[in-house]
């Protein structure tokens, strides 16, 4: 396992602290996403939220993300529109390398890396950051959509321009340091390393460490499909696995409702299980079991704004 940074020491917490950020990706993808993550902010029963700012319900969002500076509500960087029925584009037009023959965002992140130039990728990146500004966000961070600037794919990334804009605005940035709870490949560690000490470098604050459970329902559809308890079951032993240092948790929590079930092509379900799960006494009993501690982004903002080192 690798040995976490001394990122919580920075932030103050107690030597040997397993810290957490409970993180909703996708607000402003649609209103069931909306709904869901408005009510978690407001119940406290996560930490922060990221925007996806070219989608239709952004706006939304981004009104409500405006009246509350008291909340963490970062911008999560879109350069991807994976729904077959439901599509968005760039805030940069579409005569750009960013999108596909239909004119919008590709679906999948190998098409990003293999088509977009790196000019484009950093011209809309910052609009999506700027239109969260110009909407009156008190922006906290900024993440990814899909991993689309990480070169997973390829090999090709995009964090140079993020790192620029992070720095620039005095953003941490969604990035982990460590593989530790999701592989061991010596291979993309040494990729983390590289881009870890290009963020140090650029004065961008990142996490140790950076999980989820599997995106899709396993067996959705079939009669293996699970259940809301092994859901949480396996949520919950993710919870207990949290090592020292600090991880990001980040889940797409939805209300499951006819327009969602219209927008995205499967997982409906887990979405709905994401909410419930957020709100579910067992995992709330967990956290509090392991003596996690939550943080926010607003507190590694600081950090990084201070300079602490």
């Excluded at 319900?57 to 350069?79: K, M, Q, T, Y």
């Excluded at 006494?281 to 607003?298: C, H, T």
């Amino acid at each position: 396992m690798t040995l976490p940074s001394d990122l919580a020491d920075r932030l103050g917490l107690a030597p040997g602290a397993r810290a957490i950020i409970l993180n909703a990706d996708d607000f402003g993808m649609c209103h069931a996403a909306n709904t869901a993550i408005v009510d978690l902010l407001d119940a406290g029963r996560i930490d922060s939220a990221t925007v996806m700012v070219p989608c239709s319900w952004s706006p939304e969002a981004l009104a409500f993300a405006a009246s509350r500076p008291d909340l963490d509500i970062g911008v999560h960087l879109v350069l991807t529109s994976e729904w077959s029925r439901y599509r968005w584009r760039p805030l940069t037009g579409t005569d750009t390398s960013l999108v596909d023959a239909a004119g919008f965002f590709p679906m999948d992140v190998a098409s990003v890396e293999q088509a977009a130039s790196e000019e484009d990728v950093a011209v809309e990146l910052a609009a999506q950051l700027q239109a969260a500004l110009d909407a009156g966000v008190d922006v906290t961070h900024l993440d990814n959509h899909m991993g689309s600037v990480y070169g997973l794919v390829t090999g090709r990334d995009f964090l140079r321009p993020v790192f620029e804009l992070a720095a620039r605005h005095g953003l941490p940035f969604r990035l982990p340091r460590s593989m530790d709870g999701v592989g061991e490949d010596a291979a993309l560690q040494a990729t983390l390393d590289a881009a870890a000490a290009a963020a140090d470098a650029s004065g961008v604050v990142i996490i140790d460490r950076l999980w989820s459970h599997p995106f899709p329902l396993l067996g959705e559809s079939t009669p293996e499909e699970e259940t809301y308890e092994q859901v949480r079951d396996g949520f919950i032993a993710l919870l207990r696995a949290v090592p020292a240092g600090v991880t990001e948790i980040y889940l797409h929590p939805m209300v499951d409702d006819e327009e969602l079930r219209s927008a995205v092509d499967f997982s409906a379900t887990k979405r709905g299980y994401e909410l419930r799960l957020l709100r579910d006494p067992a995992v709330l009993q967990a956290i509090e079991d392991e003596a996690l501690v939550r943080v926010g982004w607003r507190a590694l903002r600081d950090v990084q704004r201070a300079g602490v080192r």
